[in-house]
């Protein structure tokens, strides 16, 4: 009795997987192409010289607590947690002014007009920024000009050089070498290791809410740097 229900059972299931597969058959008729749908999202197109087969995935690369090799790689990723988190949004902030003066730039004609308007957002930007960046410690300044290239893709003195003449950028360059910061510096966290844990704080934090998330304006790849440093 078992084995009758057992074949009996088998034979179900095989036709209504062959039910399934009809329902899932469709004829391409310009290209007489069959696109097969196996499951959602998934598509196989196959004609008498070729099979693809297209997967439409958003990647999603889960980061979990960073694996500290030692102390003293402890206390700096640390040091550097606690302080990309409080410059994170000034940077963020920063490049959409300067996204929206320079779409702005782009749709008036007049030089005159060019350099009145870049005269009032540069103001703007100075009264808006310039008393929170004054209580920044010289490595929260540092780690800010690094932020600064990862959402402009422009070092801090190329920005300041377009609002500004080329001797006012070399002078606030200067000034900042004095404190020890570099307006000059770029980001990079596949071949310099403090850019990677910046760039690893920064995904975790979107990844948990703690910060709010925006795309780079350079190609960062993240996974190849994990590799590197790991």
């Given at each position: 009795?078992?084995?009758?229900?057992?074949?009996?059972?088998?034979?179900?299931?095989?036709?209504?997987?062959?039910?399934?597969?009809?329902?899932?058959?469709?004829?391409?008729?310009?290209?007489?192409?069959?696109?097969?749908?196996?499951?959602?999202?998934?598509?196989?197109?196959?004609?008498?010289?070729?099979?693809?087969?297209?997967?439409?995935?958003?990647?999603?690369?889960?980061?979990?607590?960073?694996?500290?090799?030692?102390?003293?790689?402890?206390?700096?990723?640390?040091?550097?947690?606690?302080?990309?988190?409080?410059?994170?949004?000034?940077?963020?902030?920063?490049?959409?002014?300067?996204?929206?003066?320079?779409?702005?730039?782009n749709?008036i004609e007049?030089?005159?007009?060019?350099?009145?308007?870049?005269?009032?957002?540069?103001?703007y930007?100075?009264?808006?920024?310039?008393?929170?960046?004054?209580k920044?410690?010289?490595?929260?300044?540092?780690?800010?000009?690094?932020?600064?290239?990862?959402?402009?893709?422009?070092?801090?003195?190329?920005?300041?050089?377009?609002?500004?003449?080329?001797?006012?950028?070399?002078?606030?360059?200067?000034?900042?070498?004095?404190?020890?910061?570099?307006?000059?510096?770029?980001?990079?966290?596949?071949?310099?290791?403090?850019?990677?844990?910046?760039?690893?704080?920064?995904?975790?934090?979107?990844?948990?809410?703690?910060?709010?998330?925006?795309?780079?304006?350079?190609?960062?790849?993240?996974?190849?740097?994990?590799?590197?440093?790991?």
């Amino acid at each position: 009795m078992l084995k009758h229900l057992a074949i009996l059972y088998i034979f179900l299931l095989s036709f209504v997987l062959q039910a399934q597969q009809k329902n899932r058959v469709f004829l391409n008729d310009t290209s007489k192409e069959r696109v097969l749908v196996t499951s959602p999202g998934l598509y196989m197109i196959k004609d008498d010289s070729l099979a693809v087969e297209a997967v439409n995935l958003d990647e999603v690369l889960l980061l979990g607590p960073f694996k500290f090799k030692s102390r003293a790689e402890r206390r700096t990723y640390l040091i550097l947690h606690r302080k990309t988190k409080k410059v994170w949004p000034y940077a963020v902030l920063a490049s959409e002014r300067l996204t929206e003066l320079n779409e702005r730039l782009n749709s008036i004609e007049s030089k005159h007009k060019k350099k009145k308007y870049t005269k009032i957002v540069q103001k703007y930007i100075e009264d808006e920024f310039s008393e929170e960046l004054k209580k920044l410690t010289k490595t929260e300044g540092q780690i800010l000009v690094k932020l600064m290239y990862r959402q402009t893709g422009e070092t801090t003195f190329e920005v300041i050089k377009e609002l500004r003449s080329g001797w006012n950028a070399f002078w606030y360059n200067t000034t900042a070498s004095l404190f020890n910061i570099s307006l000059k510096e770029t980001y990079d966290p596949l071949h310099v290791r403090e850019d990677y844990y910046i760039e690893h704080i920064l995904r975790r934090g979107f990844q948990k809410n703690e910060l709010d998330r925006s795309e780079p304006a350079i190609a960062i790849d993240f996974s190849a740097s994990m590799k590197r440093w790991n």
